[in-house]
């Protein structure tokens, strides 16, 4: 096998759970954490943590838009609409409906594949900065590239792009099952847009008696969730952009707590988990002054941590409140968590419909 990388990134686990590892911190969700979720189910109430995948009714991200479905086409170029199978054969009663769908991944509620977001790194040691992905998974090499169809439609411009590694159909295999915990940053934040740092969060924990151990999969509530549902069919994304609390990607007591507490996965109800630089500070840059810019930073930090250095998948955009505020007033904040991705092989995101149960 040839060697992928000759050093990490700082404050990386490359090669902790092995040199080919595609699960990163999945690795953690151990018989042991499913039973550990188990044991936490005492009133059997579920709860669905998906929002219904057409909201928001515009995409945060521009380039994302809500699922459109289209009917199958039968042989006969009708429509798989109602369709009476006595067309076909005169004694039959069957009355069919098919259909496809063009479905952005990431989008709605969703998960992030390790594969969705590398980094521009120098992993041979050689000064040639590479794109990279956990665990030296190289772009050029594990993520294929699209071909050019000719279609009219922009949206279906580009087909065939395929993560040969890290892929999201690798979380889908291991069933994505175990102990959720719930950190409520919305019943201590409200509504306000507020970028959580290490403080904040522990803060929260301690004031709600909240311990997060290995191989937890965190949720974080702000209340993001039940904005898009009030919005309903008419998403305000600008406004969107300014409501409820993310976590500060830019704090690294922060970062250094995501290392160090063991969680296996990182999930909130918000758009991208962390607070982007559109509504905080922009990137650190060199004096404009001074010739050329060097390469320094990612521009979601708390990507690069997570998804690039850890190996921690991200979850987006989920439906948090009826849950967060059942455990509130049961004075709880764990459940059994089972949220698998789609087992779509190549795909760098996948919606999810995760279950809660209590
Ligand atoms: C952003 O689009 C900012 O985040 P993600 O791609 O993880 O949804």
Redesign the pocket.
């Not at 404050?11 to 999945?26: E, K, M, T, V």
């Not at 594969?115 to 998974?137: E, S």
């Not at 009219?152 to 889908?172: S, V």
């Not at 969730?225 to 300014?242: C, F, P, Q, Y």
């Given at each position: 096998m040839k060697q992928r990388w000759k050093q990490r990134p700082e404050g990386s686990n490359w090669g902790d759970f092995g040199a080919d590892d595609q699960l990163g911190r999945l690795n953690l969700l151990t018989p042991q954490k499913v039973l550990e979720g188990v044991a936490e189910v005492r009133d059997g109430k579920s709860f669905c943590l998906s929002l219904p995948l057409d909201r928001p009714s515009r995409g945060?991200?521009p380039s994302r838009h809500p699922p459109r479905r289209f009917a199958t086409v039968r042989i006969n170029d009708q429509p798989s609409h109602n369709f009476h199978v006595n067309q076909l054969i005169p004694e039959a009663t069957d009355v069919i409906n098919d259909d496809a769908v063009l479905l952005h991944t990431?989008c709605s509620t969703?998960w992030?594949s390790l594969a969705?977001?590398g980094q521009l790194f120098d992993v041979m040691g050689d000064g040639t900065p590479v794109a990279v992905f956990y665990n030296g998974w190289r772009g050029d090499e594990y993520v294929t590239a699209p071909a050019k169809s000719d279609s009219e439609d922009r949206q279906l411009r580009f087909e065939g792009m395929e993560a040969r590694a890290l892929g999201i159909e690798n979380m889908a295999e291991t069933g994505v099952q175990g102990r959720g915990v719930m950190i409520d940053l919305h019943a201590h934040f409200g509504r306000s847009a507020k970028r959580v740092g290490y403080d904040d969060l522990m803060r929260v924990c301690e004031a709600d008696g909240v311990t997060v151990e290995s191989g937890d999969m965190l949720c974080l509530h702000s209340g993001f969730g039940e904005v898009i549902l009030e919005m309903g069919a008419d998403t305000d994304v600008d406004a969107l952009h300014r409501t409820c609390a993310a976590l500060d990607g830019r704090d690294a007591r922060l970062l250094r707590w995501i290392t160090d507490s063991g969680l296996a996965v990182l999930v909130a109800d918000n758009?991208?988990?962390e607070a982007?630089p559109l509504h905080s500070d922009p990137l650190p840059r060199n004096d404009p002054a001074e010739p050329p810019q060097t390469a320094c930073c990612a521009t979601?930090p708390l990507?690069e941590h997570c998804l690039f250095k850890l190996g921690i998948h991200?979850g987006?955009l989920w439906y948090l409140s009826e849950l967060a505020a059942w455990l509130r007033r049961a004075g709880r904040s764990r459940f059994l968590l089972t949220a698998p991705p789609l087992r779509l092989p190549g795909a760098v995101?996948s919606p999810a419909t995760p279950v809660a149960t209590v």
């Amino acid at each position: 096998m040839k060697q992928r990388w000759k050093q990490r990134p700082e404050g990386s686990n490359w090669g902790d759970f092995g040199a080919d590892d595609q699960l990163g911190r999945l690795n953690l969700l151990t018989p042991q954490k499913v039973l550990e979720g188990v044991a936490e189910v005492r009133d059997g109430k579920s709860f669905c943590l998906s929002l219904p995948l057409d909201r928001p009714s515009r995409g945060l991200n521009p380039s994302r838009h809500p699922p459109r479905r289209f009917a199958t086409v039968r042989i006969n170029d009708q429509p798989s609409h109602n369709f009476h199978v006595n067309q076909l054969i005169p004694e039959a009663t069957d009355v069919i409906n098919d259909d496809a769908v063009l479905l952005h991944t990431q989008c709605s509620t969703q998960w992030d594949s390790l594969a969705h977001v590398g980094q521009l790194f120098d992993v041979m040691g050689d000064g040639t900065p590479v794109a990279v992905f956990y665990n030296g998974w190289r772009g050029d090499e594990y993520v294929t590239a699209p071909a050019k169809s000719d279609s009219e439609d922009r949206q279906l411009r580009f087909e065939g792009m395929e993560a040969r590694a890290l892929g999201i159909e690798n979380m889908a295999e291991t069933g994505v099952q175990g102990r959720g915990v719930m950190i409520d940053l919305h019943a201590h934040f409200g509504r306000s847009a507020k970028r959580v740092g290490y403080d904040d969060l522990m803060r929260v924990c301690e004031a709600d008696g909240v311990t997060v151990e290995s191989g937890d999969m965190l949720c974080l509530h702000s209340g993001f969730g039940e904005v898009i549902l009030e919005m309903g069919a008419d998403t305000d994304v600008d406004a969107l952009h300014r409501t409820c609390a993310a976590l500060d990607g830019r704090d690294a007591r922060l970062l250094r707590w995501i290392t160090d507490s063991g969680l296996a996965v990182l999930v909130a109800d918000n758009y991208a988990v962390e607070a982007l630089p559109l509504h905080s500070d922009p990137l650190p840059r060199n004096d404009p002054a001074e010739p050329p810019q060097t390469a320094c930073c990612a521009t979601l930090p708390l990507h690069e941590h997570c998804l690039f250095k850890l190996g921690i998948h991200l979850g987006e955009l989920w439906y948090l409140s009826e849950l967060a505020a059942w455990l509130r007033r049961a004075g709880r904040s764990r459940f059994l968590l089972t949220a698998p991705p789609l087992r779509l092989p190549g795909a760098v995101g996948s919606p999810a419909t995760p279950v809660a149960t209590v």
